[in-house]
């Protein structure tokens, strides 16, 4: 008798399957995004990226079926993804704000960290020096350049002389060629 009964509740289970039409896309947002209201403050990153998973699978849903939807289950399915976009911001901003306030706790102790690693070892005075010998070399090939002034004065007076000396010769060879 137990087996007749289980044989036919299989087979009223086979036959609503069957005859269940499918859930529309306004339906699965609704649920993802109650979800999400549910349970998104508890969420850890790895299950947030599981919502965000379901969520574009329905969104490429949506896409395929746009044609067919009626204007009253596109404005379900409009506000259902601002819903789940507004909720998953929110939780984003809250995650957000929880770091930055470990942070802020934090910096005091990064900061001495970060000034013992600069003047280890004589840190500061090592980079007082360098720069102050980064400086005199700067100085030094100024007063080098300034040096050399006179030099590229005389080589530039030189140049300009050849120039001249070749114009003048141009203006022969022409004359010679043209009389």
């Known amino acids: 008798m137990k087996n007749l009964w ?9 036959l609503s399957s069957c005859s269940s039409a499918p859930m529309p896309v306004s339906e699965k947002m609704r649920i993802i995004a109650d979800n999400i209201e549910r349970n998104g403050e508890l969420c850890t990153p790895a299950q947030l990226e599981r919502y965000d998973l379901q969520y574009n699978n329905l969104l490429a849903e949506l896409e395929q079926n746009y044609e067919n939807m009626t204007p009253e289950e596109l404005k379900l399915v409009t506000k259902e993804i601002a819903r789940y976009t507004g909720l998953r911001t929110r939780y984003t901003i809250e995650g957000a704000t929880e770091e930055v306030k470990t ?32 400086l005199d070399e700067s ?13 590229f004065q005389r080589l530039q007076q ?4 050849m120039m001249e000396d ?6 022969k ?4 060629f043209n009389n």
């Open 6 to 14: 289980f044989i036919g509740f299989c087979i009223c289970l086979l």
């Open 103 to 134: 942070l802020i706790e934090l910096l005091p102790s990064m900061a001495e960290g970060f000034v013992e690693g600069f003047e280890a070892k004589g840190g500061m005075e090592n980079i007082q020096q360098k720069f102050k010998n980064m």
């Open 139 to 151: 100085v030094s090939a100024s007063e080098q350049l300034k040096s050399q002034e006179g030099n």
């Open 158 to 161: 030189g140049f300009e002389e």
């Open 166 to 171: 070749a114009e003048e010769a141009s203006e």
């Open 173 to 176: 060879i022409d004359s010679i």
